[in-house]
């Protein structure tokens, strides 16, 4: 199967959009979560309250608009390009930006083993990375 110049491109455009609004994403979910706090019981009237302050925080909305995004890129990638080539792409390339946004932007922890388990996994993206990518012959 021949892959058409515009085609790659496509899907490196579209694997950049996907690792790039889900760990956004990701991380308004986490700042949402956090100012609405842990679930004071599992009493009817504590799990309506905390589902209702989650659903009325704009920043639970912005999380859940990014991941939206994340997945409509991952379903028009997944229609013109291999599985076996986008998913350990999209979602390893996005482990180092992960890895910096959870000590930079939440100022959490990030252990060395942590990094050296960052480092093996964008190795593996890289060996995963330099296979052929096959996309559809009907793929716009």
Do not use: N
């Amino acid at each position: 199967m021949t892959v058409q110049p515009g085609r790659r491109l496509k899907t490196y455009i579209m694997i950049l959009i996907m690792v790039t609004v889900t760990p956004l994403g990701d991380i308004f979910l986490r700042k949402g979560m956090a100012e609405i706090g842990a679930m004071a019981s599992w009493a009817p009237a504590d799990v309506f309250h905390f589902f209702f302050r989650a659903f009325t925080s704009p920043l639970i909305w912005l999380g859940i608009a990014l991941q939206l995004a994340f997945f409509i890129a991952y379903l028009l990638v997944l229609s013109w390009a291999d599985y076996s080539f986008v998913q350990p792409v999209s979602t390893a390339i996005a482990y180092p930006l992960i890895a910096l946004l959870g000590r930079f932007v939440l100022h959490e922890s990030v252990t060395p083993l942590r990094w050296v388990g960052v480092v093996v996994i964008c190795l593996g993206v890289f060996l995963v990375g330099r296979t052929q990518v096959k996309t559809t012959e009907d793929a716009i």
